[in-house]
């Protein structure tokens, strides 16, 4: 087709954003060279894109990128400072970044007020420190039925019914609806946090070191309970934690961490047998986590 027109102008929302000559502004533009290609499988439940974060001027995250597939436990591993956190609290939008996190194929807002209320709902955090996570005037009833009225709009009768199938589902008594986090043990009140992620019935779990406050042993049954969820019903978890001989048990993939890039992600087999980067050899030579 022959341009028949000096001048091309292209409105958007009654603004315009390009004008000049037809073989400038209809001619096919490539990608900014800024612009991350990422190809996102059809069954990505939670992916990162080239995002970068800061504190103040400082730089902690560099141009991060991942895929956590449906209902995998993907680990994100890394030495202390390298980024865990801040990239976990700018998945669920408690930190602000660049780039992009796309949940279930649906771009998210950057930051949590922005977001929509299925995205909210969808993609649930739990954080590290129990006790700073858990309201200390507050029963653990009362910790539940507040996600469960506000965000699932549910009335008190069924909302009261439906905090007892939680503790259930988190393996504690329904008794416990009066207790209050000062009475439970540091285990218990984890797995009250996890009820408590758990009534938005979200798709999935960003959890944050939430083993770390807590014994082997206790840490164990913490996990194992998360494979559980996966399994029942069908959650995604994004697996935060410094221990490799974690991810060897529990994680299908893995992305390694250091000082804010991705220096290395797969398969967790495949990494953790011939771990290619320096930082990913130390931690599996400080755990032993190497597969038989
Ligand atoms: N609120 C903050 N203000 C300024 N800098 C921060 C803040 N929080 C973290 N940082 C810095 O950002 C970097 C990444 O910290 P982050 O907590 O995300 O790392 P991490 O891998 O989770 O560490 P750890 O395993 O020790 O918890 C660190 O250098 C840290 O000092």
């Not at 603004?15 to 073989?23: D, E, K, L, Y």
């Not at 200390?136 to 506000?150: C, D, I, M």
């Not at 439906?162 to 008794?175: D, F, Q």
């Not at 953790?272 to 050899?281: D, F, K, N, S």
Request: glycine fraction near 8%.
């Amino acid at each position: 087709m022959r341009p028949v027109s000096d001048e091309v102008v292209i409105l958007e929302a009654g603004r315009t954003v390009a004008s000049g000559p037809p073989a400038r502004i209809l001619a096919p533009r490539r990608p900014p060279k800024t612009a991350t290609a990422v190809r996102v499988p059809v069954d990505a439940a939670l992916s990162a894109a080239g995002v970068c974060a800061t504190y103040g001027r400082r730089t902690v995250l560099t141009a991060v990128s991942f895929t956590a597939r449906e209902r995998e436990c993907l680990a994100v591993v890394g030495p202390s400072g390298s980024g865990k956190s801040t990239l976990a609290r700018c998945l669920v939008g408690l930190h602000p970044y660049r780039g992009t996190v796309t949940l279930h194929g649906q771009p998210v807002a950057r930051a949590t007020g922005d977001r929509t209320a299925a995205h909210r709902r969808d993609l649930q955090l739990v954080a590290q420190d129990s006790v700073a996570a858990l309201n200390p005037r507050e029963t653990v009833g009362q910790a539940l039925l507040r996600p469960l009225r506000h965000l699932r709009g549910l009335p008190v009768p069924q909302a009261s019914a439906e905090a007892t199938n939680l503790l259930a589902r988190v393996h504690l008594p329904a008794g416990y609806v009066d207790r209050r986090p000062a009475s439970l043990s540091g285990g218990e009140r984890q797995r009250v946090n996890l009820a408590r992620a758990l009534a938005c019935r979200p798709r999935v779990l960003v959890c944050d070191e939430v083993t770390s406050a807590l014994d082997v042993h206790t840490g164990e049954a913490m996990l194992a309970l998360l494979a559980e969820l996966r399994r029942d019903l069908g959650l995604t978890v994004v697996l935060i934690t410094h221990d490799l001989a974690t991810v060897a048990r529990w994680a299908d993939a893995v992305v390694v961490l250091d000082n804010g890039r991705v220096v290395e992600s797969g398969p967790t087999a495949a990494v953790l047998r011939a771990p290619g980067h320096a930082v990913t050899r130390a931690l599996v030579g400080a755990t032993g986590a190497a597969p038989d």
